[in-house]
């Protein structure tokens, strides 16, 4: 069996952990049952398994290339696309009227989790596309989604999404591609995206591109912002496609993920390039929002994905090399006993406890995302929607950004148990490390997500989704004060509560004067801050969850897994909780070293 993954944990988080199964009785996943959702899950291990681990390694030293102005990428992607088709990931989550699965979200970004587990050079590819259409589903018209979105969810079509550009790098307010309108239903586009993911290659027949552009006259900044379809190839009135002036004009050489191409696309070099608008003029950026938030989320699952790899790789290494002794008690080694393994040594399995604590913490986090996105969508209730939502906007930044600093930890930990040999490209933990390394930089760097928690979702509605996260985090320590064994964790947790609050209190002053410099300078520190407590919550409640069910099922064989997750979550509380005073000790320093330093300093 391939070691990447562990299937009994992802259920275990699923179904115990964070109750998929009372999602069922909701009118939209009416259809499904525990059965059937196993069944999926089971199906696209088995498609991970034949399809995509044994391919990784290579798609590594084969990378996708540019030629002829076209990306090449590597031939296994001819049966992968064939097969992701044929398993629905695409359109997993959409609604059946559009041609979809209606699955629960939990099991979409668990199905993807395993995938990006077993190879994260190929998900992108299924997002990108599943991204791009349910935008169009969203806010294009009957034509638009007529046209494209078939072709989209069997994968005939790909998709992306193309914000960035030369000038602007992270700047929307500063796109400058332009749409000039015409008397034809269609805009002429002009104007260059770089660092297009998934953007083209050979086994797609044609490319839908969701385009940030701006309508001659309209206002500066992000107001002036609209979003278009801009396809490589447009179809026309006999169901045929011809080229649309997008070119692909480069490819970006990485690091890491070297399967998963990267492009340069030019929009109108030759004045014909066509773009549909999506929705209304000017709110471009609204739309691709709901785009950029489901990406950031799934960004965040990779970087939980990719350390879940390096985990496995880890482990079995430290399960099979044998190396120096154990100290006995009187603090010496025995030449003559044989070598042990290395996993018998204490900072090797904190090296490992490390990496398990970040793995399954980060993909709690993420399936508790997607557990509020399908309480959203599926509550009757306007108030339920809504704390739905402020919950599922306030945890994105840090399901994308703990996932991703810390599975770079994580992941460097992997290298470490290796040795020398972890730098060696005869084993995976090398390229796992160059492969996570820009899950820190996708849809927004960490300094981004973190001036977006702070400035934005923690402010919002007078803090009204803070409010809302400390109930539910009260309710874990409510459950969790019920085991002996789980108290002082749970006053800990409590402890940190009023922490955030004591951290939120003086910082708030520095932005109701306006001073907002001051106020979001440390905002990456209190994301570490917060981002750490958020998951030492999670923790909580799978440690809840194991007691419970070791209470309910005393002497099952499932024993020690439960009790792996109780001693895991102790290591978590003991070796990361405990940073949280010192993070907020810095957060309230009076001192401002960064905002009064000059460049002359450096």
């Given amino acids: 069996m391939n070691e990447y993954v562990s299937i009994d944990t992802l259920k275990f988080l699923l179904y115990n952990v964070h109750q998929a199964e009372e999602l069922l009785t909701?009118?939209?996943?009416?259809?499904?049952?525990?059965?059937?959702?196993?069944?999926?899950?089971?199906?696209?291990?088995?498609?991970?398994?034949?399809?995509?681990?044994p391919f990784i390694k290579e798609m590594d030293e084969k990378p996708s290339y540019f030629k002829d102005g076209k990306i090449i990428v590597h031939p296994q992607f001819e049966h992968i696309i064939k097969g992701g088709g044929e398993l629905g990931v695409v359109g997993a989550g959409f609604d059946y009227d559009d041609g979809g699965m209606q699955l629960p979200s939990m099991f979409f970004h668990a199905a993807y989790f395993i995938m990006e587990a077993a190879n994260n050079h190929v998900p992108g590819y299924f997002g990108l596309t599943a991204g791009s259409a349910n935008l169009i589903l969203s806010f294009g018209s009957q034509k638009l989604k007529d046209t494209y979105v078939p072709k989209m969810l069997d994968l005939t079509w790909g998709g992306t999404m193309c914000l960035t550009e030369p000038q602007a790098g992270s700047s929307l307010s500063d796109v400058a591609t332009t749409a000039s309108p015409?008397?034809?239903?269609?805009?002429?586009?002009?104007?260059?995206?770089?660092?297009?993911?998934?953007?083209?290659?050979?086994?797609?027949?044609?490319?839908?591109?969701?385009?940030?552009?701006?309508?001659?006259?309209?206002?500066?900044?992000?107001?002036?912002?609209?979003?278009?379809?801009?396809?490589?190839?447009?179809?026309?009135?006999?169901?045929?496609?011809?080229?649309?002036?997008?070119?692909?004009?480069?490819?970006?050489?990485?690091?890491?993920?070297?399967?998963?191409?990267?492009?340069?696309?030019?929009?109108?070099?030759?004045?014909?390039?066509?773009?549909?608008?999506v929705g209304e003029p000017n709110k471009g950026l609204s739309y691709m929002f709901q785009m950029m938030n489901e990406a950031r989320i799934a960004t965040g699952r990779m970087g939980t994905a990719i350390a879940s790899a390096a985990y496995y790789s880890s482990l079995k290494y430290a399960n099979e090399r044998p190396q120096g002794r154990k100290l006995n008690s009187s603090g010496q080694k025995n030449s003559d006993e044989e070598q042990t393994l290395i996993i018998n040594h204490p900072d090797i399995k904190r090296l490992l406890f490390s990496q398990k604590a970040i793995v399954e913490g980060s993909l709690s986090l993420t399936l508790q995302t997607a557990n509020y996105c399908d309480k959203e969508i599926s509550s009757t209730s306007e108030e339920e929607k809504e704390k739905y939502h402020l919950l599922l906007e306030l945890l994105t930044p840090i399901a994308k950004t703990y996932s991703a600093e810390k599975g770079i930890e994580s992941t460097s930990n992997a290298v470490q148990i290796l040795g020398g040999y972890g730098f060696c490209f005869d084993f995976m933990p090398q390229q796992y490390y160059r492969d996570i390394r820009i899950i820190a930089l996708y849809e927004g760097t960490t300094g981004i997500q973190s001036l977006d928690l702070l400035g934005r979702k923690?402010?919002?509605?007078?803090?009204?989704?803070?409010?809302?996260?400390?109930?539910?985090?009260?309710?874990?320590?409510?459950?969790?004060?019920?085991?002996?064994?789980?108290?002082?964790?749970?006053?800990?947790?409590?402890?940190?509560?009023?922490?955030v609050q004591k951290v939120i209190g003086t910082l708030m002053p520095h932005a109701l004067k306006g001073n907002y410099e001051r106020f979001l300078a440390d905002a990456t520190v209190f994301m570490d801050f917060f981002g750490t407590i958020?998951?030492?919550?999670?923790?909580?409640?799978?440690?809840?969850?194991?007691?419970?069910?070791?209470?309910?099922?005393?002497?099952?064989?499932?024993?020690?897994?439960?009790e792996s997750k109780i001693h895991t979550m102790k290591f978590f509380y003991t070796y990361e909780m405990t940073r949280t005073r010192g993070l907020a000790k810095t957060i309230m320093n009076t001192e401002e070293l960064t905002i009064s330093a000059t460049k002359e300093m450096f």
């Fill in 26 to 53: 909701k009118e939209r996943f009416a259809d499904y049952d525990k059965t059937s959702l196993d069944i999926f899950i089971d199906s696209i291990k088995t498609f991970s398994d034949t399809t995509l681990f």
């Fill in 458 to 499: 923690i402010t919002a509605k007078n803090g009204k989704a803070l409010e809302l996260l400390a109930v539910e985090i009260q309710e874990t320590i409510k459950k969790a004060s019920a085991f002996d064994e789980l108290q002082l964790y749970a006053n800990t947790l409590l402890e940190n509560l009023g922490l």
């Fill in 534 to 562: 958020v998951i030492g919550w999670q923790w909580l409640k799978t440690a809840s969850s194991a007691k419970q069910l070791l209470k309910d099922k005393s002497g099952n064989q499932l024993d020690e897994f439960y």
């Fill in 182 to 277: 015409t008397d034809k239903g269609y805009h002429l586009i002009k104007g260059q995206k770089i660092f297009i993911s998934s953007g083209d290659h050979q086994f797609s027949s044609n490319f839908v591109h969701l385009v940030l552009a701006r309508i001659d006259g309209a206002p500066k900044g992000t107001k002036g912002v609209s979003l278009f379809v801009v396809p490589k190839n447009r179809p026309t009135e006999n169901d045929e496609i011809t080229y649309n002036d997008a070119a692909i004009v480069g490819e970006f050489e990485k690091m890491g993920q070297k399967g998963y191409c990267t492009t340069h696309i030019a929009f109108g070099d030759n004045d014909d390039c066509r773009g549909w608008l």
